[in-house]
């Protein structure tokens, strides 16, 4: 088990074997990205040689072991039932009596933050870090007594889908605006390149989930592929014989969920364009959910129309093919033909997607220079 504390050397934060340090006021941890730099593209890190854990990988998992160690989960999720389901899409299957789909309404507190001033945040054993973007050349971690302004808390959910399950809860004024839409998109994106570890995802649900107003992600660590990025895709879009686009656009084949992969190891373009066509598809009130995987390279975008029985949409990780069960006899009856019936009843219809897929190559190809 990780956990940290303050060393010098390279980065100013980390390294093993004790928790961070509760100075006297300081109320929340700090990590700031390293400054950008206007004239280079902002490349993720997949595409670099780094030795060992990245600074951001090492402190969300030693915040999220020490809250586990706390006592705060509501179960252990690394003890849950999970079998693979038979019949060649190798469909993930968890048992546990004990997840709480609504959580995140117990956290409506955080979507306050926006009010306080400096001193003013009140300690809080779920909240682990803030993120922001720094000034400096190299990532680092700093005291703080407020949150980040422009930025996102990182909260721990006591009810975890998988192991290190986080909220990333934004802490702008300006929560509703496109502006701040394309924000938190360009933030999730580089902190799943930051982490730069392959297990690593980040979710986003838009008019599926239970607090639709406000853009909020969520991550976890998924020891295996999820089915989706092991799906066979067909290219749509590579720039249109433009020399310097950098996004390839594609769509599955042959998974009973309709969905876009967008690729790139350019963030910027990739934000730019994914920001985009969410901002579309949020002003056509079209619910979607999102997966960011591939170190911030990898964007699956899964449009969805409300299950005509439940009304109800699938949430991002059942998208990408995990499910969760109560039930021991739904989890030992479940089926590939079930879970493809359900991906299949919330899928657009041909002619819609057809004219999404149009959408989104005319949005990449006026984005990309």
Known sequence: MVSATKVEGEYSFLSKNSHLDQSEGVKIHLYRFGAEHRNDKLKSLACSEQDGPSLLDTILLSQWDNFALKGHLDYDVTACQLKVIGGGRNFVGQLNNKWNPFSLKEYDKFLSFTCLKTNSMKSYEGLLLGIAQGENDRPEVTPSASPPKDGLLVIANAYPVEYGHIFLVPSAINQLSCYWDKVMIGLATKISSEVNNAAFRVFFDSRTSVVSGHMIFQACYFAIPLPVESASTFMVYDGNGKARSDIIVSETVDYPLKALVFTSTNLKALVSVVSEISVSLHDNATAYSMLISNNGTRVFLFPQVKNLVTGCCLSA???????????????????????????????????????????CCAIADDLVM
Not at 323 to 345: C, L, P, Q, W
């Open 317 to 359: 990780w059942e998208c990408g093919g995990y499910f969760v069960y109560h039930t021991k006899f739904g989890f030992d009856n479940a089926s590939e033909t079930e879970i493809t019936n359900r991906m299949g009843s919330v899928s657009l219809e041909d002619s819609t997607f057809e004219d999404l897929k149009h959408l």
